[in-house]
């Protein structure tokens, strides 16, 4: 038996989740257990046989892949996902965690003589990807932080920050007169 240990991922309540599988060889038969209890299985010509929590909830793939719709907090749990591929069984485990979504975030504003700079926070247990977006500006900053210098902002200029995490994204805005000194 081929074993690959845990791989640990999150999700976010309400979205639909496909588990990251990967999986190059032809998939004769396909188990999928939470916290050991079988939840989903194929077999070969037969069709998908889905059991508990994930039964209407999830589609399993050819491929192997699960998607879990509406993700629930209840969701969370040690998963293995056991194939054939009628030589050697497989095996893969994933941990998986579900989040509440993320908050808006708060954007906070220092300032020096020649800068603005900006700061987006938000108060989450994952991995934040953050963006900063100008009224005045097309284009798109990916930091935490932004500096702009102080000839590039007038009176009508607006910042705002855009958090994602997975696929569910948040952001607050700020008009960047409040923040001169």
Aim: contains cysteine; negative net charge; glycine residues 4%.
């Amino acid at each position: 038996i081929a074993r690959i240990c845990c791989e640990n991922i999150s999700g976010i309540v309400g979205e639909n989740f496909t588990f990251p599988v990967q999986i190059d060889e032809k998939i004769v038969e396909t188990v999928w257990k939470r916290n050991k209890h079988k939840v989903a299985e194929w077999e070969g010509q037969n069709k998908q046989t889905y059991f508990d929590s994930l039964y209407g909830r999830s589609v399993l793939m050819e491929d192997g892949s699960l998607t879990i719709v509406n993700l629930q907090k209840n969701d969370s749990g040690t998963y293995e996902l056991e194939y054939w591929d009628s030589v050697t069984v497989h095996k893969l485990n994933f941990v998986l965690s579900v989040l509440d979504p993320p908050p808006e975030p708060k954007i906070s504003c220092n300032t020096s003589d020649s800068e603005l700079v900006l700061n987006c926070i938000a108060d989450f247990q994952g991995s934040l990807n953050y963006a900063w977006k100008l009224s005045n500006d097309p284009h798109s900053y990916a930091n935490q932080e932004l500096s702009i210098p102080w000839k590039n902002v007038d009176a009508t200029t607006k910042a705002t920050c855009i958090i994602k995490f997975s696929q569910t994204e948040r952001s607050s805005e700020i008009s960047l007169n409040q923040c001169r000194p």
